[in-house]
Nanobody, 112 residues
Framework: QPQLVESGGGLVQPGGSLRLSCAAS????????IGWFRQAPGKGREEVSC????????NYANSVKGRFTISRDNAKNTMYLQMNSLKVEDTAVYYC?????WGQGTQVTVSS
C-alpha cells in the first residue's frame, strides 16, 4: 500500500536548522508533484513549498522564501525540506504530500 513516512521534526532554538524527510513507498516520487504543508495550532493547513516532477517549477510561501529548500532524492524515493533560520512562527505540524497521499505529520517547535 502506498504511503509516506516522515521523520526529522523536533525542538530547535530560533535561528537553528532542521531537515525533514519523507520516504515514499509503493509509488515513484519522481513522477509526481511533491509538497510540504504545515498546520499551526488554531490555524488551517497551509502550503509551505511544492515542486513539479521535473524539478523545474518550485514554489515557496512568502514566509519561508530564502530560508527553506525543498528537494528529492529519486534513488532513495525520499523528499526533504531543509529549514534554516527558523523562527518561532514556524512552529507547526509539518506534512508531506504527493500523489494524493499524506505523511503522518511531524512536530516542529521553535522556542528558546
Amino acid at each position: 500500500q502506498p504511503q509516506l513516512v516522515e521523520s526529522g521534526g523536533g525542538l530547535v532554538q530560533p535561528g537553528g536548522s532542521l531537515r525533514l524527510s519523507c520516504a515514499a513507498s509503493g509509488f515513484p516520487l519522481d513522477q509526481y508533484v511533491i509538497g510540504w504543508f504545515r498546520q499551526a495550532p488554531g490555524k488551517g493547513r497551509e502550503e509551505v513549498s511544492c515542486t513539479g516532477s521535473d524539478g523545474g517549477s518550485t514554489n515557496y510561501a512568502n514566509s519561508v522564501k530564502g530560508r527553506f529548500t525543498i528537494s528529492r532524492d529519486n534513488a532513495k524515493n525520499t523528499m526533504y525540506l531543509q529549514m534554516n533560520s527558523l523562527k518561532v512562527e514556524d512552529t507547526a505540524v509539518y506534512y508531506c504530500n504527493s500523489n494524493d497521499y499524506w505523511g503522518q505529520g511531524t512536530q516542529v517547535t521553535v522556542s528558546s
